[in-house]
Nanobody, 121 residues
Framework: QVQLVESGGGLVQAGGSLRLSCVASGRTFSRYAMGWFRQVPGKEREFVAV????????YYADSVKGRFTISRDNAKNTVYLQMNSLKPEDTAVYYC??????????????WGQGTQVTVSS
């Protein structure tokens, strides 16, 4: 069982930056690929970024490529999402998730509760 807790969301102006963190419980964090997804009301949850269990591979949605960076610290059981040059369309609830294999579809085994990111124009 893995429990995930996100933090770092908030209100920021367009062009600004935020860093999201997701802390995982348990001693098996390093076995899991970690992903970030986001969702706005009335829309499906969409893939944002994923990092492999070792941190050697990352993938991004086209909409965030070049602006967002995913990273992890296995010693701290934490995955990060650095978000720069934020746009109003980045406004969403952001979720971190854990999966035993790296993937971009949203069928991850474990999910956090989400953190709200709001970007004002």
């Amino acid at each position: 069982q893995v429990q995930l807790v996100e933090s770092g969301g908030g209100l920021v102006q367009a062009g600004g930056s935020l860093r999201l963190s997701c802390v995982a419980s348990g001693r098996t964090f390093s076995r899991y690929a970690m992903g970030w997804f986001r969702q706005v009301p009335g829309k499906e949850r969409e893939f944002v970024a994923v990092i492999s269990s070792s941190g050697s591979s990352t993938y991004y949605a086209d909409s965030v490529k070049g602006r967002f960076t995913i990273s992890r610290d296995n010693a701290k059981n934490t995955v990060y999402l650095q978000m720069n040059s934020l746009k109003p369309e980045d406004t969403a609830v952001y979720y971190c998730a854990a999966a035993l294999s790296i993937r971009t579809r949203n069928d991850y085994e474990y999910w956090g509760q989400g953190t709200q990111v709001t970007v004002s124009s």
